[in-house]
């Protein structure tokens, strides 16, 4: 869904999954597989110095690309839905993914581990990371010439 909702609306997201969207639309690679390989330095990290939020991050990765390979598989290229029932389907189907994730306390991967350690640590709140590297990714995406 984000391969045909987010360029055709002139929408983008923000964190790793933001910088995955401007490279899957640059190298016409699947965002999953993007997003799947961005995480790799992100996840090596996080195993070197938290092994719980490691586990829980692969899990929360895992299950993120997952959903996104199942929506676009089921959703959009077996049952060939409209755009707005691809569109509940995908807020259905992450919605559900989030909630589980949120209660495992787990990180669907992206910068969020990042996000965890700098806030435990008392370096930035994760709220505070998240607008600066979403701000970021935003500005680069407005920048790049991927909509002509």
């Excluded at 389907?89 to 209660?103: A, D, E, R, T």
């Excluded at 969020?112 to 640590?121: G, N």
């Excluded at 709220?127 to 790049?144: E, G, P, Q, R, W």
Aim: charged letters at 15%; a neutral charge.
């Amino acid at each position: 869904i984000y391969e045909i909702l987010l360029p055709s609306s002139n929408l983008s997201d923000g964190g790793l999954i933001g910088l995955a969207m401007i490279s899957s639309y640059i190298s016409n690679i699947e965002l999953s597989y993007i997003y799947l390989f961005m995480n790799l330095p992100i996840l090596i990290w996080v195993y070197k110095i938290d092994k719980p939020l490691f586990k829980k991050s692969i899990f929360g990765m895992l299950s993120f690309t997952i959903c996104v390979r199942a929506i676009n598989y089921f959703g959009i290229e077996m049952m060939e839905l409209p755009i707005y029932l691809t569109i509940i389907f995908s807020g259905v189907i992450l919605g559900f993914n989030f909630f589980y994730l949120g209660k495992l306390k787990a990180s669907f991967g992206g910068i969020s581990p990042i996000a965890i350690k700098l806030d435990e640590w008392g370096i930035m709140k994760m709220s505070k990371f998240y607008l600066y590297s979403d701000v970021i990714v935003l500005i680069l995406f407005s920048n790049a010439e991927i909509y002509s």
